[in-house]
Structures are given as structure tokens and as C-alpha cells.
């Protein structure tokens, strides 16, 4: 079992804060870039956040100053903290582990931002 597992999800308030996990079981967990997507109802999967094994970090515009990810090599986590959380954020997130013909995803946890 190779596939990343994500947990963290659920309802929140907007304004509220989630952090999303993503716990991979690969060994050399250090060599992956993580990415996190999102796909709302309807629309595409789109590209949230990414980190390189070098420590490099990408956001998509809409989360700027928001989202923070960050990973944990000697516990094969990665994690996506989400603050100031809007309704347009609901989605279902997706961690994913990619390096040279390696390309996991997991299941997908659902964040629903709603009053």
C-alpha cells in the first residue's frame, strides 16, 4: 500500500482554519515533491499548493497568504494549514507524491466551508 492517506478535512465556519495531513508509507519519503490539489463540484482539479524535496513552495493566487504547506520527512507527513478559510475553498483535497514515474494519490478528504 503506497497510496497517501489525507485526513483533516470537514466542516468549518468561513474564517475557520483546517489543516490538512497527508501521511505516505514510501520509504524515502524526502526524494518527493507533495502537491495538494482541490476539486470542487463541477469544476476541475486544480493545483493548491506544492513543496520540493528541496523545500521549494508553490500556491496557487486564490490561497496566498493563506494556505501553508509544510512537510515532516522523518515521519513521512506532509501537512496543508488553511486559514481564513472562504466558501469557495470547499473541495475535495488531494495529496499527491511524484518523483521520476512515481505518481500517488490518495483518497481525497472533503473540506466544506459553509455558514
Known amino acids: 500500500q503506497v497510496q497517501p492517506v489525507e485526513s483533516g478535512g470537514g466542516l468549518v465556519q468561513p474564517g475557520g482554519s483546517l489543516r490538512l495531513s497527508c501521511a505516505a508509507s514510501?520509504?524515502?519519503?524526502?526524494?518527493?515533491?507533495i502537491y495538494w490539489y482541490r476539486q470542487a463540484p463541477g469544476k476541475q482539479r486544480e493545483l493548491v499548493s506544492s513543496?520540493?524535496?528541496?523545500?521549494?513552495?508553490f500556491y496557487t493566487d486564490s490561497v496566498k497568504g493563506r494556505f501553508r504547506i509544510s512537510r515532516d520527512n522523518a515521519r513521512n507527513m506532509a501537512y496543508l494549514q488553511m486559514n481564513s478559510l472562504k466558501p469557495e475553498d470547499t473541495a475535495v483535497y488531494y495529496c499527491?507524491?511524484?518523483?521520476?514515474?512515481?505518481?500517488?494519490w490518495g483518497q481525497g478528504t472533503q473540506v466544506t466551508v459553509s455558514s
Open positions: 513543496i520540493s524535496n528541496k523545500g521549494d513552495q
Open positions: 514510501r520509504t524515502a519519503f524526502s526524494i518527493y515533491g
Open positions: 499527491n507524491l511524484k518523483h521520476f514515474g512515481v505518481d500517488d
